[in-house]
């Protein structure tokens, strides 16, 4: 089973700040990683497919980077809507895992 | 609209079996790969089974497998996990989930309590 650690767990900033998140990999999954957002009592909403594309109707400040075993989402101006939990996925391989979860506050 | 439903979530005690629904609407269920991931407090976001567009293949979770049967109906645009031999671990929000290669649509899910 492919592991998916981020970090960091939790990440408090301030709105126009820029947010790094990390995914990495237990081994090597190409680009089959995607992010999700997850609002409190609403379900996960995809923000980027294969490490890089952005999904339909995402807004540009949302980016992803990476291949292999590390990747990176990335918030480019933090807005207060951004408060959320942000976890990775990967599809290289079943089980299809997801990492822990990374909780971005906004102070 | 595009949207999944989720429905037959419940209290159940354990060694007991629910069956979930969901139900698509929006666009050609019959083209799409469909999964149910679960969310729990603890274990956060777990995948529990695939089922591909022409019902060809079908996967599950270690944990459930000989317990939960995923199965669909092209024809009623539905998807379906048969849930039996249910544990306290398996307390939590299931969703029905649109599968390509990302998971790109899910429902609202339908939450599922394993207690005595």
């Known amino acids: 089973e492919i592991v998916l650690t981020q970090s960091p767990d939790f990440q408090s900033m301030a709105p126009k700040e820029k947010v790094i998140i990390t995914c990495r990999a237990s081994?090597?999954?190409?680009?089959?990683l995607h992010w999700y957002q997850q609002k409190p009592d609403q379900s996960p909403k995809l923000l980027i497919t294969?490490?890089?594309q952005s999904f339909s109707g995402v807004p540009s400040r949302f980016s992803g980077s990476g291949s292999g075993t590390d990747f990176t989402l990335t918030i480019n101006g933090l807005e207060a809507e951004d408060a959320a939990t942000y976890y990775c996925?990967?599809?290289?391989?079943?089980?299809?895992?997801f990492g822990q979860g990374t909780k971005v506050e906004i102070k | 609209d595009v949207q999944l439903v989720e429905s037959g979530g419940g209290l159940v005690k354990p060694g007991g079996s629910l069956r979930l629904s969901c139900a698509a609407s929006?666009?050609?269920?019959?083209?799409?790969?469909m999964n149910w991931v679960r969310q729990t407090p603890g274990k956060g976001l777990e995948w529990v089974s695939s089922i591909s567009s022409s019902l060809s293949f079908i996967y599950y979770k270690d944990s459930v497998k000989g317990r939960f049967t995923i199965s669909r109906d092209n024809a009623r645009n539905s998807l379906y996990l048969q849930m039996n031999s249910l544990r306290a671990e398996d307390t939590a929000m299931y969703y029905c989930v649109r599968d390509r290669g990302s998971f790109d649509l899910w429902g609202r899910g339908t939450l599922v309590s394993v207690s005595s």
């Open positions: 081994q090597n999954i190409g680009s089959s």
């Open positions: 996925h990967q599809s290289s391989s079943l089980p299809r895992t």
């Open positions: 294969y490490a890089s």
């Open positions: 929006g666009f050609t269920f019959s083209n799409y790969n």
